[in-house]
C-alpha cells in the first residue's frame, strides 16, 4: 500500500460534536487501498467501533487493521460470508472490494440486516445492480453508493445553479476528463477483478456529476465507444500491458429524457493534457466546470457562469468553495449512519435509485462498443 494511497486519508480530521451514547459496529469487507478513507473515517469517531474487517488475502486484513491502524479488536476473516456469519452484532458494512466482487457481499450483507456503504461503481454490470436494489428493497435497510464528490460543497454548487433555473433549459452536456497517464495497476486492469476500467474507476464520477446536476433524467439510449491502446501496449504500460483487459478510453453519445444530450468522454491515458472541460448548455446561459485529471471528488477553481445580460454577452467567475471539514471520505460515511442509524432523513445518501441510471449508461456503453450501434437502455421495475 503505497504511502500517496494512504496520504490523500489522513488529512481528513472530525470536528463536529459526536455523543457516544452507543458504539455503531461497524464490518471491513475488502482491505485494499480505497477501504483507508473508510477505515480512517470511522476512526475519527467516537460512536462507532470497527469490530471485523475481511480480505481473500491471507494476512492483509490482519496488516491493515492490527498494524497499520492499531485496531487490536478487530476480528479478520477471509471473506465476507464468515465475517457476517460470525458477528452478529454488525449494523454497518462498507464494501471495498474490487469491482467483480460488489454485487455478492452488497447482497449478502443487505440479507443479514446489515446497511450498506458500496464503494463506486455501483457494479460492473445493469444486471448485478437490479439484483442488489432487489435485495435492498426486500431487506428495508440503507444501501448508499459510495460516491464522495457528492459531499463537496462545490459539487452541490454546481447542482444548485442548474436546478435553479438560472441556465433555462438543458439541452447539452459535455462531460468527462481523464489523464495523460495515468493507468492504475493491481485489480483495475484485468476484466476478472476490475471488470470495467476507466469507465467505472473515474467515468462513473464525471457521469454521476452532471447527471446529479440535471436530477436524474432517465437515459434513453446510447451510443458507445471503448479502447485499450494504451493499456496493452508495453511502451506506455510496461510489463502490466500482458494482463490489461479494460477499457482505457471510453466516448458516448448519451440521450436523456427531456431532450438532453450528453456528449460524454474520458481516459486513464491519451496524447492530450485533457479531453475538455465540462460544459452545461441551456437556453438562458451556460456553466463551465474545469477539468481535472484524478477525479479525487472536488472541482478545482475556475468555475464560469456564461449569459447575456441587458443585451450584453457576460463571462462571470463563480466564486470557489474551500472544502471545509470533515473531508469527503468522512461525510460520506457519517450521513450513513445519521440516516440508517439515527433515523436523520435529511442526511445526504447517494441512493441505488439515482445510481442505477448511472450503471445502466456505462453498462450501455460497453454493450454499444461491442455491437458497434447505438443500443437502447432498458431499465426493468424493481
Not at 464520477?205 to 508495453?234: C, E, I, R, W
Request: glycine content about 10%; aromatic content about 8%; overall charge negative.
Amino acid at each position: 500500500m503505497s504511502d500517496a494511497v494512504l496520504s490523500q486519508f489522513k488529512q481528513e480530521e472530525a470536528k463536529e460534536e459526536i455523543k457516544a451514547d452507543r458504539k455503531i459496529k461497524v464490518g471491513i469487507i475488502g482491505t485494499g487501498g480505497i477501504s483507508e478513507g473508510h477505515i480512517a473515517s470511522y476512526l475519527q469517531m467516537p460512536d462507532v467501533e470497527i469490530i471485523a474487517a475481511c480480505d481473500i488475502v491471507p494476512t492483509k486484513a490482519a496488516s491493515v487493521m492490527h498494524n497499520y491502524h492499531g485496531v487490536k479488536n478487530c476480528r479478520c476473516y477471509l471473506n465476507h460470508k464468515e465475517m457476517i456469519d460470525n458477528e452478529p452484532e454488525l449494523d454497518l458494512v462498507s464494501i471495498c472490494t474490487y469491482n467483480t466482487q460488489h454485487a455478492g457481499p452488497a447482497i449478502y450483507a443487505l440479507e443479514h440486516g446489515l446497511h450498506v456503504i458500496l464503494e463506486k461503481p455501483f457494479t460492473v454490470t445493469l444486471d448485478e445492480a437490479i439484483e442488489v436494489m432487489k435485495a435492498e428493497k426486500k431487506s428495508g435497510k440503507i444501501l448508499s453508493i459510495g460516491f464522495q464528490p457528492r459531499y463537496d460543497y462545490s459539487m452541490q454548487y454546481v447542482r444548485d445553479i442548474v436546478q435553479s433555473g438560472t441556465l433555462g433549459k438543458i439541452y447539452y452536456v459535455q462531460t468527462g476528463g481523464g489523464r495523460r497517464r495515468g493507468i492504475p495497476g493491481g485489480t483495475f486492469i484485468e476484466k476478472s477483478t476490475g471488470g470495467i476500467g476507466a469507465l467505472g474507476d473515474i467515468g462513473c464520477y464525471s457521469l454521476d456529476m452532471v447527471m446529479n446536476a440535471l436530477g436524474h433524467p432517465k437515459p434513453l439510449t446510447v451510443s458507445g465507444y471503448t479502447s485499450a491502446f494504451f493499456g496493452q501496449n508495453p511502451k506506455y504500460n510496461g510489463e502490466d500491458a500482458e494482463r490489461f483487459s479494460v477499457d482505457d478510453f471510453g466516448a458516448a453519445f448519451i440521450r436523456l429524457e427531456g431532450g438532453i444530450i450528453i456528449d460524454f468522454r474520458i481516459s486513464w491515458a491519451m496524447h492530450a493534457d485533457t479531453p475538455g472541460d465540462t460544459i452545461i448548455l441551456g437556453t438562458e446561459g451556460a456553466l463551465r466546470i474545469p477539468s481535472c485529471d484524478c477525479w479525487n471528488g472536488t472541482i478545482e477553481p475556475g468555475l464560469k457562469l456564461y449569459r447575456d445580460v441587458c443585451g450584453k454577452q457576460t463571462e462571470t467567475p463563480l466564486p470557489y468553495i474551500p472544502k471545509g471539514e470533515p473531508l469527503l471520505f468522512y461525510r460520506k460515511c457519517r450521513a450513513v449512519i445519521e440516516r440508517a442509524i439515527y433515523g436523520k432523513e435529511d442526511a445526504m445518501i447517494v441512493p441505488s435509485s439515482e445510481i442505477i441510471y448511472n450503471q445502466a449508461i456505462i453498462d450501455a456503453i460497453v454493450k454499444s462498443s461491442e455491437l458497434g450501434r447505438e443500443v437502447e437502455v432498458v431499465i426493468p421495475e424493481i
